[in-house]
């Protein structure tokens, strides 16, 4: 399979424990880009990668929250003294890098804070 | 700051029907827009994508979105619903620094 894929599937934790996820995009996609998905809701833009550059990072993105990519190829992303309002899932997704190509998802990431 | 709406939480069709989910957008310039479809335990997937051009889009699975600008719309449609097609449906528009934004998602239910 040659999509994008993230690890682990599911992940639960205490309440102020810190939690990585990795993503491994597609093979060449330039870009990679992490997405927040709550129950009822669409994703929200966290942060987005351009090689091994992180080029944005939303508002949503706390102090707490800190994703890298440090060889243009897969990322992590790393919640530090999670919190309940934390639990959801995280997608990853990469694109070619022209402008205006769509998104090519990964299965996400559930998180659980209890 | 770009948006779109999905007025609609649910939509029934039932089978052999053709369906309709809604969407409309706000933009500042050109509007760049995508429909994605996403089903249970599995990742978001592409359906199609408005830049320029023809106002009819065709995508995956027989389906194809309407861009209309006077109206601010990007209807996805498909001529005969499968019970397959139930999922829930994102519209979604570019944003700057090619981030996307998604509506709140629509649940489409085809009725056997």
């Known amino acids: 399979d040659t999509g994008v894929s993230q690890n682990p599937r599911h992940k639960i934790t205490k309440r102020g424990q810190n939690v990585t996820f990795r993503c491994d995009p597609i093979?060449?996609?330039?870009?990679l880009y992490w997405y927040r998905q709550t129950l009822g809701q669409g994703p929200e833009f966290l942060t987005y990668?351009?090689?091994?550059?992180?080029?944005?990072k939303s508002r949503l993105l706390s102090d707490r929250f800190s994703a890298e990519r440090p060889k243009g190829s897969f990322s992590t992303l790393e919640i530090q003294r999670t919190e309940q309002g934390d639990s959801a899932m995280y997608l990853c997704?990469?694109?070619?890098?022209?402008?205006?190509?769509?998104?090519?998802f990964g299965p996400g990431t559930r998180l659980t804070v209890l | 700051a770009q948006s779109v709406a999905q007025p609609e939480d649910q939509v029934n069709v039932a089978e052999g029907n053709p369906l309709t989910v809604k969407c409309t957008y706000s933009?500042?310039?050109?509007?760049?827009l995508f429909w994605y479809v996403q089903y249970p335990n599995r990742g978001l997937q592409f359906l199609l994508k408005?830049?320029?051009?023809?106002?009819l889009v065709k995508g995956s699975y027989g389906f194809e979105a309407e861009f209309n600008k006077s109206q601010t719309s990007f209807h996805l449609k498909k001529p005969s619903a499968l019970v397959s097609d139930s999922a829930l449906y994102f519209c979604?528009?570019?944003?700057?620094?090619?981030?996307?934004?998604f509506g709140k998602g629509t649940r489409l239910h085809i009725l056997p």
């Open positions: 997704a990469s694109s070619p890098g022209e402008t205006n190509n769509e998104q090519f």
């Open positions: 093979s060449e996609h330039n870009r």
């Open positions: 990668f351009q090689n091994e550059a992180q080029l944005e």
């Open positions: 933009v500042s310039g050109n509007p760049y």
């Open positions: 408005y830049i320029t051009g023809d106002n």
């Open positions: 979604a528009v570019r944003d700057e620094g090619d981030k996307i934004i």
